[in-house]
């Protein structure tokens, strides 16, 4: 994404169960950093239970070595998409064509501040809390979350 002040790049990463954008990071490089830190929020915020699964494309970033033993390190595994497949990542493609479309092409931003703000306003309080998918049986992915397990019903 661009703005006056130049190129600023977003990493994210879904929940594939319940849709939910659990943690995004934006920077003006386009690096292993990029991807750590957002990783590193959504560890922070999610907690996963051990074994859980890391899917991603076979970018530089996402196959950096340090990257990769962040993952194991939290217990997780890693899974990638074939060479030129983006339809491996379908959820993730899906996510950032919607981030593209809905926010980012409608507007423009003065400053890393200023997308920084708009993309938090999008991705937690319109994606995440308002945006339905027909997949969750029109629910946004926090109403998702939110809804009772079937052993509490």
Same mark, same amino acid.
């Given at each position: 994404?661009? #703005? ?10 879904? &929940?594939?169960?319940?849709? +939910?954008?659990?943690? !995004? ?19 922070? #915020? ?5 074994? !859980? ?23 997780? +595994? ?6 030129? +497949?983006?339809? &491996?990542?379908?959820?993730? $493609?899906?996510?950032?064509? #919607?981030?593209?479309? $809905? ?33 969750? $049986? ?11 397990? +079937?052993?509490?019903?």
């Amino acid at each position: 994404m661009r #703005t006056d002040s130049g190129p600023l790049y977003l990493a994210a990463l879904m &929940d594939l169960y319940s849709r +939910k954008a659990v943690a !995004w990071h934006l920077s003006r490089r386009n690096d292993e950093a990029l991807v750590r830190d957002c990783l590193l929020k959504a560890l922070q #915020t999610r907690k996963p239970n051990l074994g !859980w699964i890391h899917h991603s494309d076979q970018g530089s970033t996402y196959t950096a070595s340090g990257y990769m033993r962040l993952i194991r390190d939290a217990g997780g +595994k890693t899974s990638f998409s074939a060479p030129g +497949k983006p339809r &491996d990542n379908a959820h993730m $493609e899906s996510f950032f064509r #919607t981030v593209k479309l $809905e926010e980012v092409d409608r507007n423009r931003y003065g400053s890393f501040l200023e997308a920084q703000a708009s993309l938090e306003h999008f991705i937690d309080a319109i994606y995440n809390q308002q945006r339905m998918h027909s997949s969750l $049986e029109y629910m946004s992915p926090d109403q998702f979350e939110s809804r009772p397990t +079937k052993e509490a019903r």
